[in-house]
């Protein structure tokens, strides 16, 4: 099994025709993922890599059901293609662009609440259910079936560490980028109790970095309500505060949001917390091994 997506799940593309939203559409065909139209004003008729293309997601909608939709739309523009994607009824929104404007982001978390659908990033490179239906910029080569859960707010990173567990011949069951914005949709804690509930998820690994509490809240969490494994990962243990490091939530403020406070309520939750990427697979073998 896996969350949120599978390979049933019916997407759209908003941006198709740029250079990046024309690229991934390809990417996100060659993996498996069914992409059933794309949106770009003003140019209804057109096919990018075999997908029609549309004015508005209404009339993607008049032609077939769509569960989901991944945005390639520049920031400034980003509010109005999630909102109308969201007034259409499209359920699950992938905000690929970074540094939408915070207003903008909070009028569309606000209206995906209203609207009962899920929201992944701002400035996230997306999901991806293993083997079967990606949404989003990783790599295809590194998401492989298999029995572990990861959710992390770091692309790269989460790119790296599951880079070695295919390495060592160790799967996933679904992969979901947070995104790196101040605001974002889906927060650590909505993924883990997906996780918990998914029998197909052994144990997961969490992908976290330094500003914010959602590390603590998520290792509250854990202490409270997971009884599947979690090991984590942590970035910006050198970073110094008060100064912003590629993420506008990975800044540390009035000392909240510290790497060492993440560290000690994640092992105070008995969460084994690595100090290196490359540890990950021993430490995802051995607890494993004990599930």
Do not use: W
């Not at 991944?70 to 662009?97: M, N, S």
């Not at 915070?102 to 992944?120: C, N, P, S, T």
């Not at 997906?194 to 997961?204: H, L, R, S």
């Amino acid at each position: 099994m896996s969350i949120f997506i599978d390979k049933q799940t019916r997407v759209l593309v908003q941006g198709i025709t740029g250079k990046q939203g024309s690229f991934h559409t390809g990417q996100m065909i060659a993996y498996g993922t069914k992409i059933v139209g794309g949106i770009s004003p003003g140019k209804g008729g057109q096919t990018v890599e075999g997908v029609p293309v549309f004015d508005t997601v209404f009339e993607a909608l008049e032609k077939q059901p769509v569960d989901a939709s991944i945005l390639f739309i520049p920031a400034p523009y980003a509010k109005d293609a999630a909102l109308e994607a969201l007034d259409a009824g499209v359920k699950i929104i992938v905000l690929i662009p970074e540094h939408i404007p915070l207003h903008d982001a909070m009028e569309i978390m606000a209206y995906a609440r209203q609207k009962e659908a899920v929201i992944v990033g701002p400035n996230t490179f997306g999901l991806v259910s293993s083997g079967s239906c990606k949404i989003g910029i990783m790599p295809n080569r590194y998401f492989i079936p298999g029995p572990v859960g990861v959710v992390s707010r770091s692309g790269t990173l989460c790119y790296e560490i599951v880079g070695h567990l295919t390495d060592s011949d160790i799967g996933t069951t679904t992969v979901v980028g947070l995104g790196g914005d101040r605001v974002v949709g889906l927060n650590f804690i909505d993924v883990l109790e997906k996780f918990e509930e998914d029998p197909a998820t052994k144990m997961i690994i969490l992908v976290g970095e330094i500003g914010g509490s959602s590390e603590e809240e998520a290792a509250q969490y854990i202490a409270n309500s997971m009884t599947k494994p979690v090991i984590a990962y942590l970035a910006g243990r050198s970073a110094p505060p008060g100064k912003r490091m590629g993420h506008a939530g990975a800044i540390i403020e009035r000392g909240r949001g510290t790497f060492e406070s993440k560290v000690k309520a994640l092992s105070e939750a008995g969460v084994k917390v690595a100090e290196l990427p490359m540890e990950i697979p021993l430490l995802v073998k051995a607890a494993l091994a004990k599930a």
